[in-house]
T-cell receptor, first 111, second 115 residues
């Protein structure tokens, strides 16, 4: 099975940096994804890590350590529109390479 | 990026009736489609996976006779909620994966309310 943990809620200030952590346990790890989801909308893809290290994409970066079962999403220069839920998802090859989602972290950006 | 559409975007139905939700990949061929359910303030829960032309694989605890999935073509999958009950009220999201990409693309979701 899969066990994916994220903090439930976080609050950060506009212009600041925030790090959202995700830990996972899975038997057939085959990649980790981060998605952004605004209330009432479908998730949108942010990043993908399959090897250890940091992937940078503009204001968003994602880090993976496979040995520790750990990832984080880093958001820089926070904007009000970044208020959303951030979902960590793990692809499991023993689960037909399906994506299994964590509970999501609800980020609130305040002025 | 690739586009996945869902129809309808929201539906209200009476208890005991059936509802069909369509999921289409608009600009790519989706060899695999996924159906998720999301309750308020919770994350996405995978319901089933379907490959074109074959029977869907359901996750544990999901009733296959209640949630009928048909993946008739490389661009269309349907989810039919049969004999819907108020506890089936949820946000249903489909996702599609093509042959040449690791990425899954999500549809905009369908909000189902059963009265």
């Amino acid at each position: 099975g899969q066990n994916i943990d994220q903090p439930t809620e976080m609050t950060a200030t506009e212009g600041a940096i925030v790090q959202i952590n995700c830990t996972y346990q899975t038997s057939g790890f085959n990649g980790l994804f981060w998605y952004q989801q605004h209330a009432g909308e479908a998730p949108t893809f942010l990043s993908y890590n399959v090897l250890d290290g940091l992937e940078e994409k503009g204001r968003f970066s994602s880090f993976l350590s496979r040995s520790k079962g750990y990832s984080y999403l880093l958001l820089k220069e926070l904007q009000m529109k970044d208020s959303a839920s951030y979902l960590c998802a793990v692809r499991d090859r023993t689960g037909a390479n399906n994506l299994f989602f964590g509970t999501g972290t609800r980020l609130t950006v305040i002025p | 990026g690739a586009v996945v559409s869902q129809h309808p975007s929201w539906v209200i139905c009476k208890s005991g009736t059936s509802v069909k939700i369509e999921c289409r990949s608009l600009d790519f061929q989706a060899t695999t489609m996924f159906w998720y359910r999301q309750f308020p303030k919770q994350s996405l829960m995978l319901m089933a996976t379907s490959n074109e032309g074959s029977k869907a694989t359901y996750e544990q605890g999901v009733e296959k006779d209640k949630f009928l999935i048909n993946h008739a073509s490389l661009t269309l999958s349907t989810l039919t909620v049969t004999s819907a009950h108020p506890e089936d009220s949820s946000f249903y999201i489909c996702s599609a994966r093509g042959t040449t990409t690791y990425e899954q693309y999500f549809g905009p979701g369908t909000r189902l309310t059963v009265t």
